[in-house]
């Protein structure tokens, strides 16, 4: 019991690794504004752990990636650029050039290659980052810039990237006002999902929404409305499993599974959230969302990861725990 006892401790306090570097933000009462109800959210979006102001460069930022401890990349909508943003210095520190200026919107960067997206369709892998000349090739996908392809993550489970679309999608029928959609891309075969890899009930949204958070806006959510929600990124949570969708248009964070139903619905309030574009999570479950400055100043906010665990019994093993 001592050892297990141990054990969870150190999974614990390891959840909380970087806490020390937290900004003394204080949140403002316009983000209290929501009341909140229903299951465990694992994140207080109302305190940021960490909140680092972005140069002018970034200021049109729209994707985040995690590195590694120290690093961060950073897209800008407008540049065919990555930038390796550095947590601790609060600073580019590197710029790599991988094509020519483009509507970019969506980024993952894996071990030593890269893949941006463009709002059209096309993804962009970059090859050797890390060295001193990377190579980039341009991949057509079946997405078109009507479907304004606005989100990439990578999805470890399947090994492929996501892609998340703004628009509705264009199923059998035509476009369907009421669902958003994702799809999904084999790297290996360079080879995007022809029917969606899981799609979001915009009226399972409301009713999630009208169940988990009371406030002023909650009568403005309309499912036949593209501006309630059009997503621009979106995260696979490592340790969860869920994925993570954030839309600027709506200000809202919606969490799924990967069938597409929905656990949680989260508005994210102006006064911290200027524009949120980006979305991903370090190894630990900590989430980083990335705001274009929207006529100010561009930022980068880190939250902590704040699962509940289930207590351990004398018969049960160090697994058996709940995260959520």
Not at 147 to 175: C, F, M, N
Not at 216 to 226: G, I, L, W
Request: glycine content about 6%; some cysteine; proline content about 5%.
């Amino acid at each position: 019991m001592a050892l297990t006892l141990m054990l969870l401790l150190a999974f614990s306090t390891g959840l909380k690794v970087g806490n020390h570097l937290a900004d003394d933000y204080k949140s403002s009462e316009d983000s209290k504004a929501s009341q909140i109800s229903g299951p465990h959210f694992p994140y207080e979006l109302d305190q940021a752990m960490r909140k680092l102001a972005l140069p002018t460069v970034l200021s049109e930022a729209s994707a985040v990636s995690y590195v590694d401890g120290r690093n961060v990349a950073i897209l800008q909508d407008e540049l065919g650029s990555i930038f390796i943003f550095s947590l601790y210095e609060g600073k580019i520190i590197r710029e790599i050039p991988f094509a020519k200026s483009g509507d970019f919107e969506g980024l993952v960067v894996r071990d030593n290659q890269a893949w941006a997206l463009r709002s059209d369709g096309d993804l962009y892998r970059v090859d050797q980052l890390n060295s001193q000349q990377p190579q980039s090739v341009k991949i057509e996908t079946r997405l078109k810039s009507k479907d304004d392809t606005e989100g990439l993550a990578y999805d470890p489970l399947s090994r492929q990237l996501l892609v998340g679309l703004k628009e509705p999608p264009k199923l059998i029928d035509g476009r369907v006002k009421n669902k958003r959609a994702v799809y999904s891309f084999k790297m290996d075969a360079e080879y995007a999902s022809e029917s969606p890899f899981l799609l979001l009930d915009m009226g399972e949204v409301q009713r999630v929404y009208s169940s988990q958070v009371q406030s002023k806006n909650a009568s403005h959510f309309d499912p036949e409305k593209k501006k309630s929600f059009q997503p621009s990124d979106l995260a696979v949570h490592p340790i969860t499993g869920h994925i993570y969708h954030i839309a600027a248009r709506g200000q809202l964070l919606v969490v799924s599974d990967r069938n597409g139903q929905i656990y949680f619905v989260r508005e994210l309030p102006k006064s911290l959230f200027t524009q949120p574009e980006g979305i991903c999570f370090d190894p630990r479950g900590n989430l980083f969302i990335v705001n274009e400055g929207a006529g100010g100043m561009a930022s980068l906010l880190e939250f902590s990861y704040q699962p509940i665990m289930k207590p351990i019994k004398e018969d049960e093993s160090i697994t058996s725990f709940t995260l959520l």
